[in-house]
């Protein structure tokens, strides 16, 4: 069966340090997605990759994929009180584009 | 920014009643989706529906669950026959077309089945 890991499971970070979010597929995926989830409240696009080796930027959060389209990385620098929440990378995969499966997700906290 | 929207944000129904879950997504979107992620748990795929029809449909998606796009607006999720592990938070989401075309959520409903 596919299959998606996220580490770690959570996180606490101190403001402005950085930290990074992994997500492992079983199989090469189509696109990774990340998405960021409040407590309550519905999943926020963050960024969207497809290409081995892409690299994308939005303000202080990078992601990238890697070269074999198995394992991305969300890096968050300098990180604040408003990245608290959820992390989730969602999959597609070749056969199953019609759908995304989401990892487990990462809690972040991040403490004054 | 257009925005896909849920209602009910709250339902709570007995065990063995018929639910409608109620998604209004993004006007030009053409895919449609719902998920649902138990109290604790992942953020699970149920269905996707495209042209009228479903798309595909996971494990979960058993005949307790139906889908329906009554007009040109609403995207509704039918449980027919609640049972309390059905309690959860459900998200509707769409779609445009093509893979660079993200997923856009709505904020969910959450149903507790007593």
């Known amino acids: 069966s596919q299959e998606l890991e996220q580490s770690p499971q959570s996180l606490i970070v101190q403001e402005g340090k950085n930290l990074t979010i992994n997500c492992t597929s079983s199989?090469?995926?189509?696109?990774l997605y990340w998405y960021k989830q409040k407590y309550g409240e519905g999943l926020i696009f963050l960024m969207m990759?497809?290409?081995?080796?892409e690299e994308k930027s939005h303000e202080k959060i990078t992601a990238k994929l890697d070269e074999k389209k198995q394992q991305s990385s969300l890096h968050i620098t300098a990180s604040q009180p408003s990245h608290a929440g959820i992390y989730l990378c969602?999959?597609?995969?070749?056969?199953?584009?019609?759908?995304?499966?989401f990892g487990t997700g990462t809690r972040l906290q991040v403490t004054l | 920014e257009p925005e896909v929207t849920q209602t009910p944000s709250h339902q709570v129904t007995q065990m063995g009643q018929e639910v409608i879950l109620r998604c209004v997504p993004i006007?030009?979107?053409?895919?449609f989706y719902w998920y649902r992620q138990i109290l604790g748990q992942k953020v699970e795929f149920l269905v996707s529906f495209y042209n009228n029809e479903i798309s595909e449909k996971s494990e979960i998606f058993d005949d307790q669950f139906s889908v329906e796009r009554p007009d040109g607006s609403n995207f509704t999720l039918k449980i027919r026959s609640t049972k309390l592990e059905d309690s959860a938070m459900y998200f509707c989401a769409s779609s445009g077309q093509g893979i660079d075309s993200p997923l856009h959520f709505g904020n969910g409903t959450r149903l507790t089945v007593t």
């Open positions: 006007s030009n979107h053409l895919y």
């Open positions: 969602g999959a597609a995969w070749p056969g199953t584009a019609s759908k995304l499966t």
């Open positions: 199989k090469t995926l189509y696109g």
């Open positions: 990759l497809q290409k081995g080796g």
